[in-house]
């Protein structure tokens, strides 16, 4: 994880807490695999993208082959970003995973992501969620949030559905790109379509793909 800088001021009003957050993922569809999701941590200023732009080359590496990999490099290297981790494995379908991550200070923004194994180029992603603030003085814990993620398509490889460069089942081919015809920029995903290898029937999904809650770990 990522090394958090803690100061204090000369009052208890001037002390910067830092928090630390259970960020649960559960997958929610019926069939597609989700790559080992990340969790990043980061300023207000900061995103793990923008609608209508192009993908980074991390996100992009991570959308189309679940390698994130170039994605900790970019952000660890971010001075907007205050910590970053991730799971050890993947997601399986109606399977959860639990990353813990720490905000502090201007840090107070979460984000979450990871692949759909069997697509190009998909992701889902919570994009720049504020971390739980209201807490309970009485017992000293705040109260959960529960976010709905959608899949997002990272623009960047053409949605071909061929195996050739499909990653996950039913396919197995990472490391393939065919990019002839890729849109250029992330936006929301409509779905396998049945246009190659991977049935539209087994893979494809209508509506939120995960469900993400974060809440304060103890």
Known sequence: MKKLLITA???AANI???QTWDVTITNITKSQIFSPPIVVAHDGQSALFQLGQPASTGLSTMAEDGDLSVLMTE???NEKVGDVNAAGGMVMPGQSVTVQ???????NRISVAGMLV????????????VA?????????ISQPISIMALAYDAGSETN???CASIPGPPCGNPGVRDTSNAEGFVHIHSGIHGVGDVTESTYT???????????RAF
């Open 9 to 11: 001021g000369l009052c």
């Open 16 to 18: 910067v807490f830092a």
């Open 75 to 77: 952000l660890n290297g």
């Open 101 to 107: 991550i720490n905000t502090s200070g201007n840090f």
């Open 118 to 129: 069997s697509t190009n180029d998909a992701f889902f992603a919570v994009n720049s969620a």
């Open 132 to 140: 739980p603030t209201m807490f309970l003085k009485s017992a000293g």
């Open 160 to 162: 071909t559905e061929d």
């Open 205 to 215: 999904w209508d509506g939120p793909v995960a469900l993400v809650e974060i809440k």
